[in-house]
């Protein structure tokens, strides 16, 4: 537990991706069987307890230390977890043996809640501070892991010398600690079967392409179809089990009854989750209402009803239609929708175009429909994992863009830890500036060295990291969406904003107003 | 108010510019400057500039010569470990302190009454400096900068052991290591050694003179470059140590990909690592933790207790749980930083 714990906290700690994938593969190249199974699957988020309440810990270290010291040591340090871990007395010299996390896991899983205190002690007095600490995390289910279950995968592929694909397909055919899995890794095993169980297929992703690429291509070979703005899923039916997978293979369908439950077996969908009201898309803020939640409440099921728009159909009793061009599961999928007439499913329609120029009048129309634009897929495309070159494309509509003035900046992390990189930026309002949005990205290094000496030589006041500065630069930026939120003080939040230019020669006055802003709402 | 206490406030109190002997007519680590000054230690909320007179350990002065020069005191008074000197009929010693080099405890001997000023202080072995002396007295005046429970400073071993796995784990990353000019870097250098680490150091120019300082004493710290005269690419796997600030600021692109390390006790809590940037966090601390101080007041068993700079009030809770009469003195000026 202790080294699993290091792990955790060495995650937490390193800001790049390729630390974190490099201290992952240490840790299952040098962690035994089946305790390294047990740390992937809290990596990958597969281990969720609830053995115990905060209220439990805090009286548990109330029991080993003065109350008063307690207190003010948990003000200083402002996380209970964390402030027990620390505060622990620990009796030097005493060797007791260290619980292993697969040993805690099955214990955890075999006591109820009641009893739990007695066995967390124990824990408590064997392992170390960072150990303490991950222990008290993972029972009052706090602990937050410093990667995403699909960098774990990433680590676990490149150190076992195989495509993350591969991983991803067998992934939900097997359970903790993945004996089977290492085993296959390290060479000394078959690789897992998934048999007849309702496992993932890694999705096929497009390449995005510009109208001047369009050229070289013949729209012939294509096939057009909407590209709607929700999330992409992947619908599995196999006996009596059903799962809804998003695009990193994570299973949502707790949150999403009415799709799943009246699916007929035995087939896997590709298509866009998206909340739709008399067969209208809602705005992806409506669907962010459903993701929020694990199990919808029966009032949310009414007011956000939720769908999946299909694209693309990968098996059907117990045929794998991937091998098939794009055209024939096309009308597979066809034939299908309108044999079952699943409830909770539609289909999302083809575009019929004949030129790339009728195409791009019939996307630039699309802003108000809940569409971000067009996919195109060569009709001859067979159904490839990952995101391929050539087969498929994505021709987002153009992104909205507002000019906006740089208020306050703060530097980044990593790479970027001696740069003012993270702007807040802000839109004029009755004569005042409003902040409206954050921004990281999108800037060229050189525009970043500039901004972050004219930062440093135009700061007005420091708030401890964050500096404002004089309101003097026009930042044009570019985001996909504006809509309606409380938890910001304008009002509104864009979706995906990033600095589209640095606009060094406009005045700052001829900026853009919140009005501007709340009149591109979706 | 118990006599005891009244007696000892009768010959030393806090004044606005710090700890007053009014015998001896003389301030420990004034805060401003003074006629008669008795300096602890080298650090610059400690011991500062333009006082008339100074005592302090030879190495200590030594330190104030190489940081402030004419500015150091008008006449510098050096008293050895161990050495008594009486003052307006206070005798006076200093005892080594283990903080940094030339650390010393302040001991008052006056009308059979005696008052031990730790200044700042640990417990633990350092190979840079001499080891706290402890030494009973009737009025012990203790630091508290980690005083709270949740201070609790592993062995430097593993912390060391930390940086010198981090770096077999990135090889081609530069690991810079945030340390205080004064005492925690030479710490740090001659902790890697003791670890077997043999390679250059490179070291931050605001480093130098205190390193270079440490071994014309007779520290010995291993083979050091300045940083100055080196390519980016042959600092890849390689240590550098520079004052904190610098570590995550615009004089850290020279650094090929850095690893930001800090050593401070105050890497013993996450949110202060994370709000420093910090990569690899090292406890690494020239102050007592928990564990010290309540150990070193129970050594010390003066039967009164003064809790100075840090987090006075636990400490003064814990003292007064253990049957000590104790109180914070809230002096100000003094540095959170280590």
């Known amino acids: 537990m202790n080294r699993f714990a290091a792990l955790l906290d060495a995650l937490l700690f390193t800001p790049s991706r390729n630390g974190k994938l490099r201290l992952m593969q240490e840790y299952f190249a040098s962690q035994p069987d089946p305790e390294r199974g047990w740390a992937l699957a809290a990596l990958t988020g597969e281990l969720v307890f609830d053995a115990a309440k905060p209220s439990q810990v805090r009286a548990l270290a109330a029991e080993r230390v003065d109350p008063e010291l307690l207190a ?20 030097p010299g005493v060797q007791i043996p260290v619980p292993s996390l697969g040993e805690i896991v099955k214990q955890l899983k075999a006591t109820s809640r009641n009893d739990v205190g007695s066995l967390l002690e124990a824990w408590l007095d064997a392992l170390d501070a960072t150990g303490r600490w991950a222990l008290l995390k993972l029972v009052t289910g706090s602990l937050r892991i410093g990667v995403s279950a699909r960098l774990a995968k990433t680590a676990l592929a490149e150190w076992g010398g195989v495509e993350i694909d591969r991983i991803e397909e067998v992934w939900h055919a097997l359970a903790p600690p993945y004996q089977p899995l290492f085993e296959w890794l390290e060479g000394c095993g078959p690789a897992p079967q998934t048999g007849d169980l309702p496992t993932f297929c890694p999705l096929m992703l497009a390449q995005p392409i510009e109208e001047s690429d ?46 799943l439950e009246p699916m007929p077996a035995d087939v896997t969908l590709d298509g866009e989750l998206l909340v739709l009201r008399n067969g209208e898309v809602a705005p992806f803020n409506d669907l962010q209402q459903r993701l929020n939640r694990k199990t919808p409440t029966p009032k949310l099921l009414r007011d956000y009803p939720a769908a999946v728009r299909l694209y693309d159909i990968l098996r059907a009793d117990e045929e794998d239609l991937r091998t098939l061009p794009f055209v024939e599961r096309r009308s597979r999928l066809e034939g299908w929708y309108a044999r079952e007439l699943p409830p909770g499913l539609d289909l999302s329609p083809l575009v019929p175009f004949a030129s790339w120029e009728e195409l791009r009048e019939l996307r630039d129309g699309a802003r108000e429909r809940g569409i971000e634009g067009l996919m195109l897929k060569r009709a001859d495309s067979l159904y490839l994992a990952g995101r391929p070159k050539g087969p498929w494309f994505k021709w987002k509509r153009g992104a909205l863009t507002l000019d906006t003035v740089l208020m306050y900046a703060q530097r980044g992390h990593g790479k970027r830890s001696s740069f003012y990189s993270d702007y807040t930026f802000g839109a004029w309002h009755g004569g005042e500036l409003v902040p409206v949005g954050k921004a990281y990205s999108g800037f060229t290094d050189e525009e970043l060295q500039r901004l972050d000496r004219w930062i440093r030589n135009n700061t007005v006041q420091r708030y401890g990291p964050v500096r404002e500065v004089a309101p003097q630069i026009v930042l044009e930026i570019a985001f996909d969406s504006v809509h309606r939120s409380t938890r910001h003080k304008s009002g509104v939040a864009m979706r995906f904003p990033r600095v589209h230019r640095v606009r060094w020669d406009k005045p700052v006055g001829e900026a853009d107003t919140l009005e501007s802003l709340e009149k591109l709402l979706t | 108010m118990p006599l005891a206490s009244l007696r000892h406030e009768s010959w030393i109190r806090t004044t606005s510019a710090g700890l007053y002997c009014e015998p001896g007519d003389f301030y420990i680590d004034p805060q401003s400057p003074v006629a008669r000054a008795v300096i602890t230690h080298g650090h610059g909320d400690h011991a500062r500039p333009g006082n008339e007179g100074v005592l302090a350990t030879p190495d200590t002065l030594a330190i104030m010569r190489q940081r402030y020069g004419e500015a150091a005191g008008g006449a510098l008074q050096p008293l050895a470990y161990g050495d008594s000197v009486t003052v307006g009929g206070v005798a006076l010693r200093l005892l080594p302190a283990g903080h940094v080099l030339g650390s010393a405890q302040v001991v008052l001997d006056y009308r059979g009454a005696r008052v031990v000023v730790s200044g700042d202080y640990k417990r633990r072995p350092d190979p840079t400096c001499a080891p706290f002396e402890p030494c009973n007295g009737d009025l012990f005046i203790t630091e508290a900068t980690f005083g709270l429970p949740v201070f609790r400073h592993p062995p430097d071993r593993q912390e060391i052991d930390k940086l010198l796995h981090s770096l077999a784990l990135f090889p081609d990353r530069c690991h810079v290591v ?46 050091v470059l300045p940083l100055a005269d080196v390519s980016r690419d042959a600092l890849r796997g390689r240590i550098v140590l520079a004052p904190p600030a610098a570590t995550t600021d615009r004089w850290s692109r020279r650094l090929p990909d850095p690893v930001v390390a800090m050593a401070s006790g105050w890497m013993r809590v996450r949110q202060r690592a994370k709000a420093r940037g910090v990569e690899l966090p090292l406890v690494i601390s020239d102050h007592a933790d928990w564990d010290e101080l309540t150990a070193t007041i129970e050594e010390v068993a003066a039967a009164e207790i003064w809790v100075t700079h840090g987090r006075e009030e636990a400490l003064v809770h814990y003292a007064r749980q253990k049957g000590y009469r104790a109180r914070g003195l809230a002096l100000t000026g003094f540095e959170e930083d280590e």
């Open chain 1, 72 to 91: 003010w040591s948990y003000d200083f340090v402002g996380d209970l977890a964390e402030t027990v871990s620390l505060i622990w007395p620990e009796t």
């Open chain 1, 214 to 259: 369009l050229g070289g291509l013949d729209p012939r070979d294509y096939l057009a179809e909407w590209k709607w703005d929700g999330i992409r899923v992947q619908l599995v039916a196999r006996g009596d089990v059903r799962r809804l997978y998003s695009r990193s293979g994570d299973d949502i369908g707790a949150a999403f009854p009415e799709v």
């Open chain 2, 178 to 223: 945030g340390v205080y000019a004064l005492g925690k870097c030479q710490r740090v250098l001659a902790l890697l050694r003791r670890a077997g680490y043999e390679k250059p150091v490179y070291l931050h120019g605001a480093l130098i003179g205190l390193t270079e300082l440490y071994e014309n004493l007779g520290v010995s710290l291993g083979p």
